[in-house]
């Protein structure tokens, strides 16, 4: 079993930037592959990165391409998502999902452990 705790949530201003983490129980982090996930009110769960078991693969969103990094310390069994130039359009309730397999960043009903979310707000 897997416990996922996502801290570091906010409210910024467009062209802000945040940095979430995830927080990982469990003896076995480092067999996951994870990913970020957001979802807007009114709006379907969306993919937003990926990152395989030892962070040697990153996925992301065209949205999010060259704005956000998601990375990994294995050691800390603990994975971020640093967001930089955050626009209104990022604002929703960020999960991290853990994959046992991995292979299917994109797809939700892949991951096998959510976490409960942190909100992020950008203003304009």
């Known amino acids: 079993q897997v416990q996922l705790v996502e801290s570091g949530g906010g409210s910024v201003q467009a062209g802000g930037s945040l940095r979430l983490s995830c927080a990982a129980s469990g003896r076995t982090f480092s067999t996951y592959a994870m990913g970020w996930f957001r979802q807007a009110p009114g709006k379907e769960r969306e993919f937003v990165a990926g990152?395989?078991?030892?962070?040697?693969?990153?996925y992301y969103a065209d949205s999010v391409q060259g704005r956000f990094t998601i990375s990994r310390d294995n050691a800390k069994n603990t994975v971020y998502l640093q967001m930089n130039s955050l626009k209104p359009e990022d604002t929703a309730v960020y999960y991290c999902?853990?994959?046992?397999?991995?292979?299917?960043?994109?797809?939700?009903?892949?991951?096998?452990?959510w976490g409960q979310g942190t909100q992020v707000t950008v203003s304009s």
């Open positions: 990152i395989s078991r030892l962070g040697g693969s990153t």
């Open positions: 999902g853990a994959d046992r397999y991995g292979g299917s960043y994109r797809l939700a009903d892949e991951y096998d452990y």
